[in-house]
């Protein structure tokens, strides 16, 4: 049974920045997708950005291109995403996800991951 851990998440003025960690306790495979998503209070939940555990393969939502980064630890089974240049519209509730997803134009899809963490605030003041 997979279960991922969320952490780091916290208040920062606008310009700081934070990073999030999620730990996958579970098995992963070649074709195995971390992603990481957002929701806004109010609104639907929208991707951020995705890694492989194989490779390291990404890809960003463009909103975030140049501000975040994705990264991986195999060893410790751990994902990382460095958000730099904060936004008060970066603030949400950010959730890292688990999937077997080959193709990568699905990888930004919210419905192709089979595992979710609880969630972690991520709150911007301007």
């Known amino acids: 049974q997979v279960q991922l851990v969320e952490s780091g998440g916290g208040l920062v003025q606008a310009g700081g920045s934070l990073r999030l960690s999620c730990v996958a306790s579970?098995?992963?495979?070649?074709?195995?997708?971390m992603g990481w998503f957002r929701q806004a209070l109010g609104k639907e939940r929208e991707f951020v950005a995705w890694?492989?555990?194989?490779?390291?393969?990404?890809g960003y939502a463009d909103s975030v291109k140049g501000r975040f980064t994705v990264s991986r630890d195999n060893a410790k089974k751990t994902v990382y995403l460095q958000m730099d240049s904060l936004k008060p519209e970066d603030t949400a509730v950010y959730y890292c996800?688990?999937?077997?997803?080959?193709?990568?134009?699905?990888?930004?899809?919210?419905?192709?991951?089979?595992?979710w963490g609880q969630g972690t605030q991520v709150t911007v003041s301007s």
């Open positions: 579970g098995r992963t495979f070649s074709s195995t997708v």
């Open positions: 996800a688990q999937g077997e997803i080959a193709g990568v134009i699905w990888r930004a899809w919210p419905g192709k991951y089979a595992y």
């Open positions: 890694i492989t555990w194989s490779g390291g393969s990404t």
